[in-house]
């Protein structure tokens, strides 16, 4: 930009403050003068009529919605002109157009008008437009003089798939955006009667509370405060299977059936680094999915009072029959304050009895802090015997940035 141009800008910018200085100086002389100037503080205040909000919303089976509209004051009496118009609703299919006079008596500031709704065929939200026009003389439209009514469809209602393994019975269903969260029913016989067991934000629902070899039914069904729930999903049912695993658990309260250990060697990013001892895993009693017991590998981030460098694991050996579909199922729960996957990370990986590596099933920095499921096809490995692998690695960087991760009910089903 041209030199001269530049200083033609910022004299017009001194220009312009000190004109708003001097337009503020004389608004606070007038005012001390105890005159009104229009559009300056201390001005009469200019009577409006407005709608009480930007948005409303209805719920699609709702037969009707109210809209308030207000005025900034009682004194005297008022009018107002309301019509609807429409947004992506059409009038007549999903709603009754609506146009009105909205009268005020004295003393009165707000009032209410109908709008009808016909519950129409819409399949999403649908929205109606709101306008006030032709106040009444003394009166002008405040900053609200249009609104969105908005007719809110129902989420929908899930589609579930469950699965059983030895512990658990894990149900998901696709996410909605329209859900505030789900409710997860169950019963021991198919048709029901139901009985709540969660109600999850998540679209998944592990349920561990199950018992060895029995099926188990469920329906789910999507909830939301200002749109009504969902119908309940179709029933699904869950069986749990037998275990090729020992302990997957750890309801021992140790080890039992496990190999664990620790290493110091340093995987990542090392150099610099002030190295601190890894521990072995430990049972943990407070982070658990079933039972009273879960595996814990790492370090905790609260607090984090020492970070490692290298390694912990957890492993136990399993054949995989030579016939048949195996699967390997395992939960777990993440925790880190690690910002990079390649410094710390957690780790679930198939290895040979050699500890040659077979297969990364996980390879994560999760830290939701709440319980997820992994699971993988062994199948491939049939006649086999395979090492089921967990490890958490982390960077020994120091205070602050420790990488845990539980893990339960760890599984391996054959069927
Ligand atoms: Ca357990
Ligand atoms: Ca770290």
Known sequence: MARSVMHAIRRGERYRRRSVAIAATLAMAIASLGLALPGVAGAKPVKTISFSAATYSARKADTSATITVSR?????????????????????????????????????????????????PATDDVTINLTLSGPSKGWSLGTQ??????IKVKPATPTVTATGDSYDVYLSWGADAKADGFVVSRSTTAGGPYTQIGTPTTNWFIDPTVDSGTTYYYVVKATSADRGDSADSSEVSGTTTSNLLSNGGFETGDFTSWTIGHGDTCLFNCTGRHPHTMFDPSIDTGTVL???????????ISPCTTEGQGYAFLYQDVAVPATGTTTLTWYYNGQSQDPFITFDVQQVLILDTSNGLLATLQNTLDRDRIWKRGSADLTAYAGSTVRVYFRVYEDGFGLGDCTGLNVDNVSVSNE
Do not use: E, I
Request: hydrophobic residues 30%; charged residues 10%; glycine residues 16%.
């Open 145 to 150: 003089g249009t609104a969105v009514l908005t």
């Open 290 to 300: 079933g039972g009273s017991d879960s595996a814990f590998l790492g370090d905790p």
């Open 72 to 120: 900034s004051s009682g004194s005297g009496k008022a009018r107002v002109n309301f019509a609807t118009s429409d947004g992506t609703a059409t009038a007549g299919t999903d709603y009754t157009a609506t146009s009105t006079l909205v009268q005020f008596k004295s003393g009165q500031t707000s009032q209410t008008v109908t709008v009808p709704l016909l519950n129409g």
